[in-house]
T-cell receptor, first 113, second 116 residues
Framework: GENVEQHPSTLSVQEGDSAVIKCTYS??????FPWYKQELGKRPQLIID?????GEKKDQRIAVTLNKTAKHFSLHITETQPEDSAVYFC????????????FGKGTSLLVTP | GAVVSQHPSRVICKSGTSVKIECRSL??????MFWYRQFPKKSLMLMAT?????????EQGVEKDKFLINHASLTLSTLTVTSAHPEDSSFYIC????????????FGPGTRLTVL
């Protein structure tokens, strides 16, 4: 099955700086890679996703890059704000397989003013 | 669109009792729903995949007789924790896949179960 590794487990940045979270996956057939943001006690919220037919996707301050050859994908948050503080999870999936998402272990991001 | 609700949001029960958690897709039909549990500061652990009209598929190590899953309609899946024990205390979250051609999953708000 798919195995998703996520690094770092914790990340602390100053407001305005950029934050990068990296994930690797094991199954080369995986083709769908979402990122979720979870605040304490709340549900995971989809913030961005990418499919394997593109290498990069951007939505305002958030971007995701995908390197299929190396089997890794990264979340980039620019101009971080305190409200970006949360736990971020990456996931991977073979689209159409009917399988559940395979989640990374999460990155706790703290943005200090 | 793509709203998923869960009920109850919090439940406290005595050891040995059963607890039912409902997961509903409010504005779409979900042929597949997933149940996860999440311990504090940990990732989401998949418990089972619930398909409408068929038996759930459980992950290795998850007792199907203890965690009963029913997906009787395209908008409702239920998880019943039978004979709950303190070690079952956790945050249970469901998610729903909107359609068979896309794997975007939308999560419910979660249910905090505390077994005394």
């Amino acid at each position: 099955g798919e195995n998703v590794e996520q690094h770092p487990s914790t990340l602390s940045v100053q407001e305005g700086d950029s934050a990068v979270i990296k994930c690797t996956y094991s199954d080369s057939a995986s083709n769908y890679f979402p990122w979720y943001k979870q605040e304490l006690g709340k549900r995971p919220q989809l913030i961005i996703d990418i499919r394997s037919n593109v290498g990069e996707k951007k939505d305002q301050r958030i971007a995701v890059t995908l390197n299929k050859t190396a089997k890794h994908f990264s979340l980039h948050i620019t101009e971080t704000q305190p409200e970006d503080s949360a736990v971020y999870f990456c996931a991977a999936l073979l689209e159409g397989s009917g399988y559940a998402l395979n989640f990374g272990k999460g990155t706790s991001l703290l943005v200090t003013p | 669109g793509a709203v998923v609700s869960q009920h109850p949001s919090r439940v406290i029960c005595k050891s040995g009792t059963s607890v039912k958690i409902e997961c509903r897709s409010l504005d779409f039909q979900a042929t597949t729903m997933f149940w996860y549990r999440q311990f504090p500061k940990k990732s989401l652990m998949l418990m089972a995949t619930s398909n409408e009209g068929s038996k759930a598929t459980y992950e290795q190590g998850v007792e199907k007789d203890k965690f009963l899953i029913n997906h009787a309609s395209l908008t409702l899946s239920t998880l019943t924790v039978t004979s709950a024990h303190p070690e079952d205390s956790s945050f249970y979250i469901c998610s729903a896949r909107r359609d068979v051609s896309a794997d975007t999953q939308y999560f419910g708000p979660g249910t905090r179960l505390t077994v005394l």
